[in-house]
């Protein structure tokens, strides 16, 4: 009789994940493999988002990373970047904004060859004070 080797998914574009319950309900800590620290890359992996949705949002201008409006999508994030996917303007004051948010904790590359384990904090919906550089719904903003 024959055994079969179960696929450990390395060739799989999905990453594994493991979440680990934040002493906050509005956050997780999540735990992963990704193919590099491309923000593209870290969203999919932190909010599920597509390729074409985080394009959306960068040209849209709703991605900010420690507090900046990201200017190159292609960006590698490192340990304590904080990224943000901004909603839209607070219903409740617009002074503030509702986001996403993803911050780096760790990033571990045992050979250069190999996918990246990251570990994460993930909050899907905060509301923050705008930023320094604000962020403004554009005018016609068809969703």
Do not use: C
């Amino acid at each position: 009789m024959m055994a079969w080797a179960e696929s450990d998914g390395e060739d799989s574009d999905t990453e594994s994940e493991d979440e680990e319950q934040e002493t906050s309900p509005d956050s997780k800590i999540l735990k992963g493999n990704v193919k590099s620290t491309r923000i593209d890359a870290i969203l999919k992996f932190g909010l599920g988002m597509s390729r074409n949705k985080v394009d959306n949002a960068f040209y849209s201008s709703k991605i900010y990373v420690n507090g900046e409006k990201l200017l190159k999508k292609s960006d590698q994030l490192t340990v304590e970047d904080e990224v943000d996917v901004v909603h839209n303007l607070n219903a409740l004051n617009a002074d503030f904004l509702d986001i996403s948010r993803v911050e780096v904790l760790d990033v571990h590359r045992s050979r250069p060859d190999e996918r990246i384990a990251v570990k994460i904090r993930r909050a899907r919906r905060l509301t923050v004070q705008n930023y320094a550089q604000p962020w403004k719904p554009a005018a016609s903003a068809a969703e």
